[in-house]
């Protein structure tokens, strides 16, 4: 059920230049709503008098011991510059939890799973991990980045599984791009959950298609509403034009036009 809360800022840390990690809580000591991984909230950003509408942002993690909700954002515009400018018991209004989830597999806890993360994408892939480790599965991990600067939560992801990263430049891990990674060449997967730059999903979609990995895609396409009206987010599927905040963000790419 979605809801409109205002929630209050218990930590926001700068994690580099680009990126800062928000930390919130409920302001009566209530319980947050149950959210799952791939679902998103929508943020209002009363602090930006030219950020007229909400941003969309990715659940990154959800703690559930100290009933925190964790939001990975990256300054690129006024509206999520000023969200990194949050100080704590800031008051923050958020209509949360929007879309659907990624699927876990029923049965085999021995599977193979693969989160591929690129740039601000490897939000959600935390909150995924850590809920696959829960139910018994062993994820690895694949995160991208220009470089080992914008490497982000290393240390978090590690908690849940193994780790590899490629950087552009070569300045951590293996140089590259995250299909060019050998952890594809070594292992195959039964499942990959990938979510970052278009390219590099549709890269990762094809590597899923050719080898006949099952694979699911969380889109980031633009979401100025959360509930199908502006319809800034349509998607092209198989099956007709559909709004990625109501019908996703999560989609396996079968039932995208991605490959022909």
Request: glycine share 8%; net charge negative.
């Amino acid at each position: 059920m979605k809801k409109m809360l205002d929630l209050v800022v218990t930590e926001n840390g700068q994690l580099n230049q680009n990126y800062c990690l928000i930390k919130l809580t409920t302001t009566d000591n209530a319980l947050l709503p149950d959210m799952y991984p791939g679902q998103f909230v929508e943020v209002r950003v009363d602090s930006s008098p030219t950020t007229y509408l909400r941003r969309p942002i990715s659940v990154n993690f959800v703690d559930k011991d100290k009933n925190e909700l964790w939001l990975l954002v990256q300054a690129i515009g006024d509206g999520t510059r000023a969200m990194c400018e949050y100080k704590v018991n800031d008051i923050v209004n958020l209509l949360l939890p929007l879309g659907n989830t990624f699927s876990v597999p029923t049965k085999d806890k021995k599977q193979e799973l693969l989160l591929i993360g690129g740039g601000v994408g490897t939000a959600p892939m935390l909150f995924l991990g850590a809920c696959l480790k829960t139910q018994g599965f062993c994820p690895k991990f694949l995160l991208g980045a220009r470089s080992k600067n914008d490497l982000l939560q290393l240390d978090d992801f590690r908690k849940y599984g193994e780790v590899f990263c490629t950087t552009e430049d070569g300045s951590f891990g293996e140089k590259g791009y995250v299909t060019d990674h050998t952890v594809l060449k070594n292992t195959h997967f039964s499942v990959i959950y990938t979510c970052g730059p278009k390219p590099m999903m549709m890269a990762v979609a094809k590597y899923a298609h050719d080898n006949e990995v099952q694979c699911e895609v969380s889109l980031e396409n633009m979401m100025a509403c959360g509930f199908g009206v502006c319809l800034c987010c349509v998607e092209k599927t198989r099956e007709g034009n559909i709004c990625v905040c109501t019908e996703g963000p999560v989609f396996n790419i079968d039932k995208l036009t991605w490959i022909n």
